[in-house]
C-alpha cells in the first residue's frame, strides 16, 4: 500500500503558517515513507475560490520545497460527488431537510433551555414535505454503529453517534459542504493518511461513517494540536502571516520548514540546513496534545543559526558578485539575513564613510598604515598588522584591535578580523588607515 496523502486547502486566501505547517508533516510524512503527496484544491466554494490563491498555493508550496505528486480540483469533480450522492440517497444514508435556519435555530434554543443537548432531531418519516421548498441534504449518522479511531496524535477517540447531529453535506442549491466530497475524494485517490489540525476531529467523527457508507475502510488520521501565538492564542497575525511577508523579512524556507516540522513535538528544534533529518524524525507519536507556540522571534533566530551554516554555493544566485565564497564564509556568522550580506560589499571593496577619529587612536593607525603597506598580505596580515602595531606603539588588547577594526571596516562589531582582513585588498586597508 502506496503511502497517499493530501494537502487540502481551500483557495479562498493565501497560506499562512498554520495550513503550511499541515502540508508539512503530510510531505514529511510522505516522503519519510516513499509515498505520494497531493495536493487538493478545495474549490467547492465557486464563488468564493480564486484562481490567484491557486497559483499562490502552488508558488508557496514550490518555495517550501514541498513538490507535489499530483494535483486534484474539486471543481472537476463534481460528477464523481454526483454518483455517490445518488447511491448514498438511494441508500437511504443522505435525507432531504427543509427547515429554515430560523427553525433551527429556535429549536437549538428550545433543547438548551430544557437543558438538553442541541442535536439535531430528524424529522418522522410521515411529516408532510412542504411546498416549492427546495431541500438541502443531511448524511444520516448510524446511531447503532459506535465511532471509534486510533488518532496517531491523540490516540484512542471515542464518539456517541445519538449525541451528534446528522451533518448537511449539501445546499439547497445543490452547492456541496466539504464533508462529503473529502471522503469521496480520500476514498477516490486512495489516501491512506489525513494530517489535518485538531479544528476538524468532529468532522472526522462523521467522516468515518461516511467512508463505511461509501464502502471503503476510514485512513488513519492524525489531528494536530493547533498552531498559537506567543501570547498563546489563535493569532490574527499568525492567520494571516503569509509566505510573502516571511521572504521579505529575509526568511529561508529551509528555516521555517526546520521550526514548523518540530515545533510542538517532543523533538528540538534544530538549525538545519537541508530536510533530511526532519524527514526521518518525523513520528506523530511525538507530537503533544498542547498548542504548539509559534514565536518569529525564535524564527529569526533560527534563521541566522542556519545561515551560519549555510554554503556559499546554496546562495550565490542571491548575492551580490562581490561576495565570493571565501567573503561569505567570513561574513555568514554576522548576518541575519542573506539580503544583509550586500551591506558588506563597501566593508571589502569601499567606499567607507569617514568616521570621526579619537585623538589617542592616531598613533595606532599611523602605525598601521605604515606596517601595512610593508606585511606579507597574502599570508595572515592581521597578525602581522597587529604584532607591528603593537611593536611600535605599545598599544595592546581593545586599544590596539578597536581603532583598526573601526579604520579597516567602518564598524565596531562584525566577524573576525583574521578572517576578514586577507579579503580585502591591500591598497584599501592603506588608504582607510591612512584616511583615518
Ligand atoms: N479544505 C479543508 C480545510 O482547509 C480540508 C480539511 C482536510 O484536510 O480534510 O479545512
Known amino acids: 500500500m502506496t503511502v497517499t496523502t493530501r494537502f487540502a486547502p481551500s483557495p479562498t486566501g493565501s497560506l499562512h503558517v498554520g495550513n503550511v505547517r499541515t502540508a508539512l508533516h503530510n510531505w514529511l510524512w510522505t516522503r519519510k515513507h516513499g509515498g505520494r503527496f497531493l495536493l487538493r484544491i478545495d474549490d467547492t466554494d465557486l464563488e468564493r475560490s480564486k484562481e490567484e490563491y491557486v497559483e499562490g498555493i502552488r508558488a508557496d508550496l514550490a518555495w517550501l520545497g514541498l513538490d507535489v505528486d499530483g494535483e486534484e480540483r474539486q471543481s472537476a469533480r463534481f460528477d464523481l460527488y454526483e454518483g455517490e450522492f445518488a447511491k448514498l440517497k438511494a441508500a437511504g444514508r443522505v435525507y432531504a431537510c427543509y427547515e429554515t435556519p430560523e427553525e433551527l435555530d429556535i429549536r437549538r434554543k428550545i433543547l438548551l433551555s430544557r437543558g438538553l443537548p442541541p442535536v439535531y432531531e430528524r424529522r418522522p418519516a410521515d411529516a408532510p ?52 466530497p473529502s471522503v469521496i475524494d480520500d476514498i477516490a485517490m486512495a489516501v491512506t493518511h489525513v494530517v489535518r489540525g485538531e479544528d476538524h476531529v468532529s468532522n472526522t467523527a462523521a467522516q468515518i461513517q461516511m467512508f463505511a457508507a461509501l464502502g471503503a475502510a476510514p485512513p488513519a488520521f492524525a489531528h494536530e494540536a493547533l498552531l498559537v501565538g506567543t501570547e498563546g492564542k489563535l493569532s490574527k497575525r499568525l492567520g494571516s502571516l503569509g509566505m510573502a511577508s516571511l521572504r521579505a523579512d529575509g526568511i529561508e ?78 561574513i555568514r556568522p554576522n548576518v541575519a539575513t542573506v539580503a544583509e550580506a550586500a551591506e558588506w560589499v563597501a566593508v571589502f571593496d569601499g567606499p567607507l564613510a569617514s568616521r570621526p577619529l579619537e585623538a589617542a587612536d592616531r598613533p595606532v593607525l599611523a602605525a598601521a598604515a605604515t606596517a601595512a603597506r610593508g606585511i606579507d598580505w597574502d599570508a595572515d596580515p592581521w597578525h602581522a598588522l597587529t604584532a607591528a602595531v603593537k611593536e611600535a606603539t605599545g598599544a595592546k588588547g581593545r586599544a590596539l584591535f578597536l581603532p583598526l577594526r573601526r579604520a579597516l571596516t567602518g564598524r565596531d562589531h562584525g566577524p573576525d578580523m583574521a578572517g576578514l582582513l586577507p579579503l580585502i585588498a591591500r591598497d584599501q586597508a592603506v588608504a582607510r588607515l591612512s584616511a583615518s
Open 129 to 180: 414535505v412542504p411546498d416549492g421548498v427546495a431541500p438541502h441534504w443531511r448524511f444520516r449518522l448510524d446511531h447503532d454503529a459506535p465511532i471509534e479511531w486510533t488518532d496517531m496524535v491523540r490516540g484512542p477517540q471515542n464518539f456517541e453517534p445519538r449525541t451528534m447531529s446528522d451533518p448537511v453535506v449539501r445546499r439547497a442549491d445543490g452547492s456541496w459542504l466539504y464533508l462529503l
Open 253 to 330: 524556507p529551509i528555516a521555517l520548514v526546520a521550526l514548523l516540522a518540530r515545533l510542538g513535538t517532543s523533538d528540538p528544534v534544530e538549525p538545519v540546513t537541508g530536510v533530511a533529518p526532519l524527514i526521518e524524525s518525523i513520528d506523530f507519536a511525538r507530537f503533544g496534545r498542547a498548542p504548539a507556540r509559534f514565536d518569529e522571534g525564535e524564527l529569526a533566530l533560527l534563521n541566522q543559526k542556519i545561515l551560519h551554516q549555510t554554503a556559499h554555493a546554496a546562495v550565490a544566485d542571491r548575492l551580490p558578485a562581490a561576495i565570493t565564497a571565501a567573503r561569505w564564509d567570513a
